[in-house]
């Protein structure tokens, strides 16, 4: 199997067991779907070493937009937290 | 642009996930299934950079300057008669672009080669008259080129290098392990693409993914390395390197 078949193959495996997991355990707050989603999107991206320096460079682009959301997200939830107190 | 098959799954997946995801969230009102959306819009946007990292070319006009390229090595050994298998040698025997000797007659005895092997397509590798060979340049010498670092001459090293070449940059295999003593190099490949034929150039030179295998071990090692072995079996491809000292 080729290794970009392999790759989008584990995301889509990661993404499908942590929303079904997830579900399980009656999670409501799409912030934390979303935050460990990244988690292992980004977990899965470091393992795949062997791909080559284009596509590792493409691949940090996506990490960034990835990362950029999980800021908004984690600033959203201190905001909340802020407004709480 | 749009038939790279990355692409449209990319594509696909986005459209699909950015529909789905206001739908579950407001409509059904479900945060799993909005979930889902989203984890269809993140792998699709994977999918999408995904495509435009891939190389240019088309697999099948790489294919064909593959074959091109080895039809006129191939009619050059077979005109020229020569069958021995070639040695591959490491950078520090050779000048410029990794090296595949192929004696005209006889065997190389690598302990006579005193200098370094010039760039050129008939050299000479001793002292003797008789001492002739031809320098191609293999498949493997390109991939040599593509290393980032040059490997160390451990089996581990080997390994890292080959498996980043053959399963990281050309797509060739699925996985790879060598195992390295003394006098030979056994490397198995999982799932290679090329397999070995037993035409002329196989013969001579080895199948593409054995020359890159014994072009990164020469370099690796430091010693010349000549194809010893080269079989098919259930998925594998078992290359047998034997070191020359």
Redesign the interface.
Same mark, same amino acid.
């Given at each position: 199997?080729?290794?970009?078949n392999r790759?989008?193959l584990f %995301? +889509?495996l990661a #993404?499908?067991l942590?929303?079904v997991i %997830? @579900?399980f355990t009656r999670? !409501?707050? !799409?912030a934390v779907? =979303?935050t460990v %989603? +990244?988690i292992a *999107?980004l977990i899965i991206t470091v393992l795949f /070493? *062997?791909? #080559?320096?284009?596509?590792r460079? @493409? %691949?940090s682009? +996506?990490s960034i /937009? =990835?990362l950029a959301g999980f800021m908004v997200v984690v600033v959203l939830k201190i905001m909340e937290v802020m407004r709480l107190k | 642009m749009t038939n790279n098959p990355y692409r449209i799954f990319g594509i696909g997946l986005m459209l699909a996930g950015a529909i789905f995801a206001p739908v579950a969230y407001f409509l059904i009102n479900s945060i799993p299934l909005t979930s889902i959306a989203l984890s269809l819009v993140m792998v699709g946007f994977t999918g999408i950079i995904l495509a435009t990292s891939r190389p240019q070319i088309s697999p099948e006009a790489a294919q064909l300057l593959l074959e091109t390229g080895m039809e006129n090595i191939a009619a050059l050994l077979e005109e020229l008669g020569l069958s021995n298998k070639a040695v591959y040698l490491p950078s520090s025997m050779r000048i410029g672009n990794a090296q595949a000797l192929i004696p005209l007659s006889g065997d190389i005895d690598i302990g006579r080669i005193k200098d370094k092997i010039p760039r050129r397509l008939i050299v000479r590798w001793g002292d003797n008259p008789g001492d002739m060979a031809i320098a191609v340049t293999a498949p493997g010498g390109t991939g040599l080129n593509k290393l980032e670092i040059k490997p160390g001459p451990t089996s581990s090293e080997i390994e890292q290098a080959v498996a980043y070449v053959l399963t990281g940059l050309l797509d060739l295999a699925d996985s790879i392990e060598v195992r390295f003593n003394d006098k030979q190099v056994n490397i198995e490949v999982t799932g290679p693409e090329l397999h070995y034929e037993n035409v002329w150039y196989y013969r001579c030179l080895g199948s593409p993914i054995a020359s890159i295998v014994a072009s990164i071990a020469s370099d690796g090692i430091g010693k010349p390395v000549r194809i010893a072995e080269e079989n098919y079996r259930k998925g594998k491809s078992i290359i047998r390197l034997e070191v020359l000292s």
């Open positions: 199997m080729r290794i970009y790759y989008l %995301l +889509v #993404s499908c942590i929303d %997830l @579900a999670q !409501i707050d !799409i779907y =979303f %989603l +990244v *999107y /070493v *062997y791909f #080559s320096p284009k596509t460079k @493409a %691949l682009l +996506v /937009v =990835f | -």
